[in-house]
């Protein structure tokens, strides 16, 4: 008889909510995810009477000896990023031959469509998950913006403009929430994976939800999965409901362009690999190209009456292909035992 296959939520637990913000995006379409998968253990190999589905997007990885996954995993590769500190493992002669099994790829950015097209991979741009947040948000048309300016995780020369002019920029909105997306007291995961162990399990790649994963998360961060997306959850809110978003983060951005707000990407190296594919969407600043604007207080001003244009028709048709491409993925899921 048919039986569901079960499906994995992929966690990197580092010390950025950014990547819980990209999971939050993946359980959109999960619901009911039945394990965690470690995005840097998935190389290890664990008993599991079916494969298990997983939705593979986001950055790829810090710790590619664990790379290419083991065959426990029936991956969807999408909103899938290679970092150069990856790159030799992801393009090499077996993972290529991995990869191939799983085509199309859909890539994050440019640069890694041009990598994978290179190399012989048929790939698409499935542009980042998170864009699709608000797709699947019911309260998304119900909440009007509030009279704030969201600040997160700005570039030093951003963050010191804004505290120095903070009292004129309030009165063009009112108050100024300073956030960061980094968890403190939280270590990399990656970095225990050789040594940690938990009751009943041996290396732990893929945990079962609720028991095994708490304590391995516990090792290295105070906060739990659930915590952790519960927080990433209250950081999409923050940025659905402001006037303006000012950040430095990419996965900050990219949920306010979701929602539709008003945003002012800063950022040290607008050429930087990750935003190549969205110019025209996050339109993104060194601090010179501030400066060239009259400084951040006239900045603000300007895109709080003359929100940034966005390619709407790239947005939507990159989109409209993921979401379709991961709906077939998840409704091919039966298997017989």
């Known amino acids: 008889m048919p039986v569901s296959a079960p499906r994995g939520l992929l966690i990197a637990p580092t010390n950025n909510i950014g990547d819980d913000i990209q999971a939050i995006a993946a359980l959109n379409f999960i619901k009911e995810p039945d394990y965690y998968i470690n995005r840097e253990c998935l190389g290890l190999k664990e008993k599991t009477d079916t494969p298990i589905k997983v939705i593979m997007n986001g950055w790829f990885m810090h710790r590619p000896f664990m790379w290419p996954p083991s065959d426990n995993i029936q991956p969807l590769f999408t909103s899938f990023h290679i970092a150069d500190e990856a790159r030799k493992s992801i393009l090499s002669k077996k993972s290529l031959y991995y990869l191939k099994q799983y085509e199309p790829i859909g890539a994050r ?3 890694t469509l041009e990598l994978l097209n290179k190399h012989g991979i048929a790939s698409y741009f499935s542009g980042c998950l998170t864009l699709t947040l608000s797709d699947f948000d019911e309260e998304s048309s119900n909440i009007n913006p509030k009279p704030y300016i969201l600040a ?5 020369e951003a963050q ?3 505290l120095a002019s903070k009292g004129q920029l309030s009165r063009l909105i009112g108050e100024i929430k300073f956030r960061t997306q980094k968890i403190k007291n939280c270590g990399n995961l990656w970095s225990k994976i ?3 162990h938990c009751p009943g399990k041996q290396y732990l790649s893929l945990y079962s939800i609720g ?4 304590c391995l998360i516990n090792t290295c961060c105070s906060l739990s999965v659930e915590k952790r997306l519960n927080l990433a959850r209250e950081r999409i809110r923050e940025i659905q409901r402001a006037s303006l978003v000012i950040t430095s983060r990419l996965h900050v951005a990219l949920p306010a362009i979701s929602y539709n707000r008003p945003l002012i990407f800063v950022v040290k190296n607008k050429k930087d690999m990750r935003f190549k594919g969205y110019e025209d969407i996050l339109h993104p600043l060194e601090w010179s190209d501030v400066l060239k604007k ?3 207080k006239k900045l603000v001003q300007h895109t709080l009456n003359n929100p940034n244009p966005i390619n709407l028709e790239k947005l939507t048709r990159a989109k409209k292909a993921t979401i379709e491409h991961i ?3 998840l409704r091919n899921e039966e298997q017989t035992p």
Request: no cysteine; charged share 30%; aromatic share 4%.
């Open 160 to 162: 010191e403009a804004i």
């Open 211 to 214: 028991t095994d994963i708490n």
């Open 294 to 296: 009259g400084g951040i």
């Open 152 to 156: 997160i995780d700005l570039m030093r």
């Open 109 to 111: 950015d440019l640069h």
């Open 194 to 196: 050789k040594t940690l």
């Open 327 to 329: 709906k077939t993925y």
